[in-house]
């Protein structure tokens, strides 16, 4: 087991290829926003209790009536194939035996069935909507069979953020074979093997199945994947609840003004997120726009965050400013490249481990009761610093 996250990070880096490592970590244009999300963590300041009876710490809290271990979720994040052979079976996995729900990605690369059948444990959707809406629906019915119990819909992805180093390195979906993808697998051979072992480039296998094509046509399923539906508006909320008949969450928030038009729209909870800093540039970070967003909402709508968080302090920072979890991005992948199963695993621990010590040494053992008080008092000025 390695100390930290940022460990689990340079050994993804050296054992991933090039462009599967960039894809991963790079944010949009200059990284302005990623850097931000992790500025605002940084930024933040604890204000211990002492003395406190700290000898039993309670990690869980409840998310929509559900117990879960820790206030994390393994969160949805696209094309895992590229990591290690059936990503989602393996993140699923450890997201149960951590105790936390795992949310797979429209643009995952093992089946929706597979994942079911993988784990018996508490999985959401998320949803991007294509231009033909038949496959949304679709994928919605699939998961519902499957036992899913809530639906996010992700908006910040009406096309895709400027990524330079995919511009690069070449980088698109189904991967391209060119003379530097060469140089960068000859390269890398333990991850060539393990990627010819999947039987090559990963694939869009929802998508393609969804819409109704052979899972071999990879490179149709990757067109239909850049085919957002990009007139989608709060009044197609209605039309989820109709294919869908558990909580629904929108992700991707950034704003009290859309906060409060999601709570008019009959959502159940939303995300704040800029999407790990990957789609708008100098957007803000969502711990920034985390305490007016609570301010407007109390506690009439579930709100969860992403975007930056590496530490089990960060996970208490958030709690502590009113969200009731965490979604994880890039830190479990880090885990799935530096070591497949195990890796993920030692990276759940690592951020329970961390977010047990935080909540001792705050003085305050029980996860479900972190409030501002936490905080010093000058937290909102710290955040206006950025
Ligand atoms: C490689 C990668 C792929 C992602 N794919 C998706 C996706 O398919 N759907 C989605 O809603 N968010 C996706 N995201 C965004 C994450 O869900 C999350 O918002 C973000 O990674 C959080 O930031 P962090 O990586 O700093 O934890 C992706 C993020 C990464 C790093």
Redesign the pocket.
Known sequence: MLPAIKDYRELARQRLSRFAFD???GGAEDGRTLAR?REAYEQLLFSPRILKDVAHVDASIEIFGNRQGMPVLV?????NGLYWPRAEEVLAQAAHAAGVPF?M????TSLIEDVRAATSGELWL?L?VQQDRSIAEDIMRRAQACGFTTL?L?VD?TVHGKRDHDVRNGFRMPVPFTPRLFVDLVTHPRWCARMLRQGGSPQLVNLARSSGMPGSLARQAAAISRQMNLSLGWADIAWLRDHWRGKVIV??VLSVEDALDARAHGVDGI?L?N????QLESAPSPLEVLPSVMDALGDSLTVLV?????RGSDVAKACALGAKAV?????P?YGLAASGPRGVAEVLGILREEFEITLRLLGRPVAGSLDASALSPDYRERLGRL
């Open positions: 894809y991963l970590e999300n969160g949805p994040t696209g094309l949310i990605s429209t643009a995952s998320q991007y996010m992700t992805t992700k991707g995300v997120s999407h790990g800093g990957r992403d975007s930056g968080v590496r979604l994880l991005g890039r830190a992948l």
